[in-house]
């Protein structure tokens, strides 16, 4: 079945330690990538995109995530992690293309430790 | 410039009753969003507006759910009646357009509607 999935439910890392949360997809076609932050309370903010070229993709608040076609993956990455970081992160995918809608995965709860 | 606005912010009813929430989109903006976000999960896409008309609603449960967007700015999500299982958070975004520029698929999101339905 298509689908975005991202295997990590919850992670915890101390603050200033590197992070790496996953997200793969079932998708044939080469499909819009997006990571979104979504702290307590709030609504879900962009931290960064791919659409093409380029495989790896700099965002906001220190974010990167690099597409791996071969993997089907798009992971995000930060190398050291602040303490303000804590939140859920989902991975979202428009799997054709124009024309077709956001499809989320289920999301990475992050916490950070002191 | 102004994000989207969504109001209430919560709301508590019991099952059977009715329940409205409006969304404000980002000025200028021809596309909104209806998500739902149960607990746990990722938001799921109910309603899809370009303009005032309806692109996508293959999953909005037709028999109680209604969405409306009459001038093609502010739009209005109605649930008649509730069930339990609609507790959830009620996500409006909205993005510039549905135009071959990838950049039109940015979404910006709203602060949401936490639904209670007891």
């Known amino acids: 079945a298509q689908s975005v999935t991202q295997p990590d439910i919850h992670i915890t890392v101390s603050e200033g330690a590197s992070l790496e949360l996953r997200c793969n997809y079932s998708?044939?076609?080469?499909?819009?990538l997006f990571w979104y932050v979504q702290s307590p309370g709030q609504g879900l903010q962009l931290l960064l995109k791919?659409?093409?070229?380029?495989?790896l993709v700099q965002g906001i608040k220190g974010f990167e995530a690099e597409f791996k076609r071969s993997q089907s993956s798009f992971n995000l990455r930060k190398p050291s992690v602040h303490w303000s970081d804590a939140a859920e992160y989902f991975c979202?995918?428009?799997?054709?293309?124009?024309?077709?809608?956001?499809?989320f995965g289920p999301g990475t709860r992050l916490s950070v430790l002191p | 410039e102004a994000g989207v606005a969504q109001s209430p912010r919560y709301k508590i009813i019991e099952k059977r009753q009715s329940v409205a929430f409006w969304c404000n989109p980002i000025s200028g903006h021809a596309t909104l969003y209806w998500y739902q976000q149960i607990l746990g999960q990722g938001p799921k896409l109910l309603i899809q507006?370009?303009?005032?008309?309806?692109?996508?609603d293959s999953q909005l449960p037709k028999d109680r759910f209604s969405a409306e967007r009459l001038k093609g700015v502010d739009s209005t999500l109605k649930i008649q009646p509730a069930k339990l299982e609609d507790s959830a958070v009620y996500l409006c975004a909205s993005s510039p357009g549905w135009t071959w520029n990838p950049s039109s698929y940015e979404q910006y999101f709203g602060p949401g509607t936490r639904l209670t339905v007891t």
């Open positions: 507006f370009q303009n005032n008309g309806v692109v996508d």
């Open positions: 998708y044939g076609a080469t499909p819009y």
């Open positions: 791919y659409f093409s070229g380029d495989t």
């Open positions: 979202a995918v428009v799997p054709g293309g124009y024309g077709q809608n956001f499809v």
